[in-house]
């Protein structure tokens, strides 16, 4: 045996390791192919030629198996067989493995404090390769995933910083190789902070004599100081520039080291830049060690002697600083906010605002869902967006405050009440007394001169009713899922764009939050309950207690009860022909209903919108105060934990310019489209288009809700026939017609119900 192969006995402890080197040392001794196909199944002329190789294979397999093993190669009469022995029994194959292993990769995390990268990457990369051992497909992108989610939550500025990157540049080896720069400039910081300890040794106390000339404290030198003066750095967008007016740039600028930087070219940067000349955009730069502007936009700019050097991520190019000063902006919640020592770089082609310096100045910045949010002292004064072509966060400042002119016709109460789906006065008061959103913006004094509902003519046309009845008081649930109440309204005609026909509403009880989906058919029922299901689960990680319907087809399907079986859930069935055991669901169809009416005829907008209108409605509705809930929360807080920001609402219906995208559109093509506001997407609306008939969703939006008519008064006229007066009451109160066990009669009446309730409030058809 040669003395250079030096493997560990195989004792049955990391068999992977074993095996890969194993098979080195066979493949240098020629040997590879008798572990890959067995002797016994060769030509007999090649295994008489083969039997001492194989001879020789099995003796090298032997020697590397400890004692304790050999009982699995003793009786094998190839190498092959020795080989696939030991595979099958210390090898992981299968989905219980795969199970195993995706548990540990999950549950790993890595902390800093007792290990080092390394460390982690070997165990990471360890289980990673045992499951593409046990048959798991794991693909690089998976990998760097599973990676970032490992660390913890000091990584969140780098994790940020890679997110921003290409995807054709964002491999395992960058990634990694980003965490271990990072890695050692944090513990380059700790070796800098930590003080040199008292010492008698006189050359210790003589060295305290010296005074860096640098930063001006005892103890150190200049070239050892830890606060040198650092190259000013970026992620930048770079214009083209001549290299030789460059040679007499200063490098000595303060800055902070470089995190990560990537380079984005011109040609490849979609980011909007285009801003007015009342505000300005700016790029959220990890990377960035200065704030740095392309405009003279400073209350006071001093020039620099020399240019400043800019370095960009990309190696060896730069641009020039050429002055500094301090910017006052305002944010779109008119929060005052001071820039300080600004670096003027007129070749950027945008504006950087350092996540660092923002750090350093007491602020914290948050990513979630697509924005990033600038707190002070847990206060929001900013809010930035991701741009999902550059997957930058951008965020908008005000040059100047908003004036009072411009602030007037927000505070107008008249249209926040078309923007709350005709919300009575009594909420929308409660809404602002009781603080329970952000982004309403009507003053205490303009409360006492709001409307009268009855004014309002859409309000008459969509929720005119009778008289109530006493209200049943009902225990409610303790918990989110505790009970679901569902039910399903329609079919209602004409159906919508997209030949919709129904809507199913799911109502939890005890936040009150509402979810609808729109429905071809009722069949439908069962697959989005699922969805809904899987949804909400995830969310509060607990499951639907109770959920309660009526006795429709939809709900008592062997299809729905199979599936409330597996998960547990607990059906409650109303009594045929009691619809007030199901109340909750019902009336939150009506409130809907009235609301979605209520909009449409304001708006005046095709009746195949009615789904648009319902989903904007309930959208509306889960933001506004809940006589059913006992706190002063809106049913959003209650679900989500979070005061809803209302401040992008709009009115139904209001005229949209969206913004087209260059890429679109020809150089004589207009910049913008006209469309309709119809709803709300994330972070985004949603948009009737004219031309095409159908919705689209954007963000770059300019609302003209003037275009929206108002009927706050009630023109004169003649007063309605008593019979005329009796249908409008009959198609808006709640008395349900009988149903049969298969609903038929229910969806008959419904339809003929709704056609009434239409053709009596005139909804123009499309």
């Known amino acids: 045996m040669d003395e250079k192969y030096k493997i560990p006995l195989f004792i049955g402890e990391d068999y992977d390791s074993w095996k890969f080197r194993m098979k080195i040392m066979l493949d240098e001794n020629g040997l590879l192919k008798f572990i890959e196909k067995d002797l016994v199944n060769m030509p007999k002329k090649d295994r008489e030629a083969n039997t001492q190789l194989d001879k020789r294979a099995k003796s090298l397999i032997v020697q590397k198996v400890g004692d304790s093993h050999l009982e699995y190669v003793k009786e094998k009469e190839t190498a092959f067989q020795m080989w696939m022995s030991l595979a099958n029994t210390f090898e992981r194959k299968g989905i219980k493995s795969q199970l195993y292993l995706r548990k540990v990769l999950l549950q790993m995390k890595f902390d800093e404090k007792n290990s080092k990268l390394q460390d982690h990457f070997l165990k990471l990369d360890k289980v990673v ?78 060295f305290t004599s010296f005074k860096c000339y640098n930063c001006g404290k005892p103890g150190h030198k200049m070239s050892n100081c830890r606060f040198k003066k650092k190259k000013a750095v970026a992620n930048v967008v770079m214009s083209s520039q001549n290299e030789n007016e460059l040679e007499n740039a200063s490098i000595d600028q303060d800055g902070e080291s470089l995190i990560f930087m990537s380079t984005f070219s011109s040609s490849g940067f979609s980011t909007r830049i285009s801003q007015s000349s009342s505000s300005i955009v700016w790029i959220l730069d990890s990377g960035a060690s200065n704030h740095m502007i392309n405009q003279k936009l400073f209350d006071k700019m001093q020039k620099l002697d020399q240019p400043v050097k800019v370095f960009v991520a990309e190696k060896g190019r730069f641009l020039l600083g050429e002055g500094r000063g301090d910017i006052q902006m305002f944010s779109e919640k008119n929060e005052q906010m001071k820039l300080e020592s600004v670096l003027y770089v007129p070749d950027l082609l945008c504006n950087l605002m350092s996540i660092s310096k923002l750090e350093e100045n007491g602020l914290v910045i948050n990513f979630q869902n697509g924005c990033a949010e600038i707190l002070d002292n847990d206060r929001i004064i900013a809010i930035g967006k991701k741009n999902f072509h550059s997957r930058l966060y951008e965020v908008e400042f005000m040059l100047n405050p908003k004036d009072e002119h411009c602030h007037a ?200 919108l009615w789904g648009e209108a319902v989903l904007c409605a309930t959208y509306v509705t889960n933001r506004c105060p809940c006589s059913y809930l006992k706190v002063d929360k809106t049913p959003y807080e209650l679900w989500s934990g979070r005061k809803p920001n209302i401040s992008n609402m709009r009115i139904f219906g209001a005229t949209a310019f969206v913004h087209v995208p260059k890429e679109l559109r020809t150089k004589l093509d207009s910049k913008s489209k006209k469309c309709y506001m119809v709803g709300y997407a994330s972070n985004a609306y949603r948009l009737w288009d004219m031309e095409k008939k159908h919705v689209i969703v954007a963000r770059d939006v300019i609302f003209d809700e003037n275009s929206v008519k108002k009927f706050f008064h009630i023109p004169h006229q003649e007063p309605e026939s008593s019979d005329t007066h009796q249908e409008l009451e009959r198609s808006d109160t709640h008395q349900e017609p009988e149903r049969s066990d298969t609903h038929q009669e229910s969806e008959s009446n419904l339809q003929e119900d709704l056609q009434e309730n239409e053709e009596s409030i005139g909804l123009r058809r499309s």
């Open 409 to 608: 016709s927000i505070v107008n109460p008249e249209l926040w009440h078309q923007r709350l789906g005709h919300l009575g006065k009594q909420n929308i008061v409660k809404l602002t007394n009781k603080n329970m959103v952000d982004g309403l913006d009507i003053e205490t004094h303009s409360l006492d001169r709001l409307f009268d509902s009855s004014k309002c003519e859409s309000c008459m046309a969509g929720k005119q009713c009778k008289l109530p009845f006493k209200k049943h008081v009902s225990c409610r649930s303790s918990r989110p899922l505790e009970l679901i109440h569902s039910d399903v309204c329609g079919p209602i005609s004409p159906s919508t764009w997209d030949n919709k026909k129904y809507f199913v509403t799911f109502i939890d009880d005890y936040t009150h939050f509402t979810i609808i989906y729109l429905l071809s058919n009722k069949s439908e029922v069962s697959q989005v309950f699922q969805a809904y299901v899987a949804s909400v689960t995830s969310k509060f990680n607990t499951r639907i207690a109770k959920l309660r319907c009526d006795n429709g087809g939809e709900y008592s399907s062997i299809e729905f009860r199979d599936f409330c079986s597996r998960k547990g859930i607990e059906l409650e069935y109303s009594v045929p022909y009691v619809h007030e055991q199901n109340g909750v669901s019902e009336r939150m169809n009506r409130t809907l209903m009235e609301r979605a009416r209520c909009m449409v005829h304001n708006a005046d907008v095709p009746r195949n």
């Open 129 to 206: 390769r045992d499951l593409r051992n046990a048959g798991a497909t794991m693909e690089e992108k998976d990998i760097i995933c599973h990676l970032l989610l490992t660390l913890p939550s000091t990584y969140d500025s780098i994790i940020s910083a890679l997110e921003t990157c290409e995807e054709e540049r964002l491999t395992l080896s960058f990634v990694k190789s980003k965490l271990f720069d990072e890695e050692l400039k944090r513990n380059e910081s700790k070796i800098c902070v930590s003080e040199p300890g008292s010492s008698s040794n006189s050359s210790t106390s003589a």
